[in-house]
């Protein structure tokens, strides 16, 4: 074992801009159990940033959900407003019980 820690010296020490864990197996052997743990946090970190991913997506789907039945019920509105006939939004001078009067002259 020690040929090995002595060809993995000679590789990394010369690389200055190594990164940390070059530099580590470069000055002591990689314990299993400590690298068993640093996985065991990062997957529960992806695990719980997965969990509010999906937390957030299910919010934005229900918010656009609400959205588009919402423009969905006033696009069908308006256009069967346009198909009564005899039927206008805009005021024309007319009673609303039915009694006509004199239209408003524009």
Known sequence: MKSNDVLVKSIFASRSSAPEWYR???TKRIFPLQDCKLFANLSR???KCKTSLQQVNASLEVTIGRICSKLALQTIAKTENEHIPGWNSRPTGLE?????????KL
């Open 45 to 47: 970190q992806v695990c």
């Open 96 to 104: 609303a019980d039915g009694v006509t009067t004199q239209p408003v």
């Open 24 to 26: 580590r197996l470069a």
